[in-house]
């Protein structure tokens, strides 16, 4: 199957190399310098996303924000201006539910599906192959693309209708930044407390207190690893999306709007571009 994938970022790269070891890939990213290694392995390099819809019918994304997939499927040289029908788009970028819809229903109107399926791990999960992967559209259609997704997935769950995927991952991203918040305040406490945070960790991992981040990024904090898995200004982007649509549902989440604010904190003091365990950083004028 010749399969298109737009977005070749810290997470991407690492997707097509493992698309590429069953099946033949085409390629478009914005900075082509950035895809030069992908091409040295076989992928086939695209100057837009429509002269790549031309060619797949099986495409996946994977780009920033939410107004970037909405110029990569409804612009003018998008997705949806060249596909022919019966193409499946599967968009693993983190937006906003209410877009996944639309690009659902603005692409059943030509004959192409869509399916909403944002992803977890990060680059470490990216590259062993472990992506949790959670999926919102047509349920047939997520059935026949499967063996596909196992390629780089190994938590592949489908939710439900359009958008359910999104409302997923923003439950993850939930989760994440209030996790990430108590890593940060924990090893800070550990240190200043006078404990060896080596120590502290191997004890607490273990425990009741034990989590995916606790386990694969507290360790890279107390290496001063802060290169990014995921980027905090893509994590900032997530945690507003999350706090838009529980307002939107009446919610009222206050862990959530703590950890937007630390996270916009880490932002002001020039993160952006770093990975979110360096939410760490804010902590360490206490130390």
């Not at 009741?208 to 995921?230: C, M, N, Q, T, V």
């Not at 996270?263 to 952006?272: F, H, K, P, R, V």
Request: glycine share 12%; hydrophobic share 40%.
């Amino acid at each position: 199957m010749k399969i298109g994938f737009i977005g070749t970022g810290v997470m991407g790269k690492s997707i097509v190399l493992h698309l590429l070891k069953e099946h033949p890939v085409h390629i478009f990213t914005r900075t082509k310098q950035k895809a030069e290694e992908l091409i040295s392995h076989g992928a086939v390099w695209e100057d837009t996303p429509a002269s790549l819809a031309s060619e797949c019918r099986l495409i996946f994304t994977m780009v920033g924000y939410s107004e970037d997939v909405q110029q990569v499927y409804s612009g003018e040289n998008g997705i949806f201006n060249a596909a022919s029908e019966g193409t499946i788009c599967v968009d693993l970028t983190t937006s906003k539910p209410g877009l996944a819809i639309d690009l659902f229903e603005k692409g059943k109107d030509k004959g192409i599906h869509m399916i909403d399926a944002p992803v977890s791990g990060g680059d470490t999960g990216a590259k062993n192959g472990t992506l949790s992967i959670m999926t919102g559209g047509e349920e047939a259609v997520f059935e026949q693309i499967l063996p596909v997704l196992e390629l780089f997935g190994s938590n592949i769950v489908y939710h439900g209708e359009a958008g359910s995927g999104q409302h997923t991952k923003m439950s993850n991203q939930i989760v994440i930044g209030s996790t990430m918040m108590g890593v940060c305040e924990a090893l800070t406490y550990a240190v200043k407390s006078g404990l060896d945070p080596e120590k502290v960790l191997a004890s607490i991992s273990q425990g009741a207190a034990g989590s995916w981040s606790l386990s694969h990024l507290a360790p890279r904090i107390l290496k001063g690893d802060y290169e990014p898995g995921f980027y905090i200004h893509h994590f900032i982007k997530d945690l507003k999306i999350a706090l838009e649509e529980s307002k939107r549902m009446g919610l009222a989440l206050p862990g959530l709007e703590l950890a937007l604010k630390s996270y916009e904190q880490a932002q002001t003091i020039g993160l952006s571009e770093k990975g979110t365990q360096a939410l760490f950083k804010v902590y360490e004028d206490q130390m």
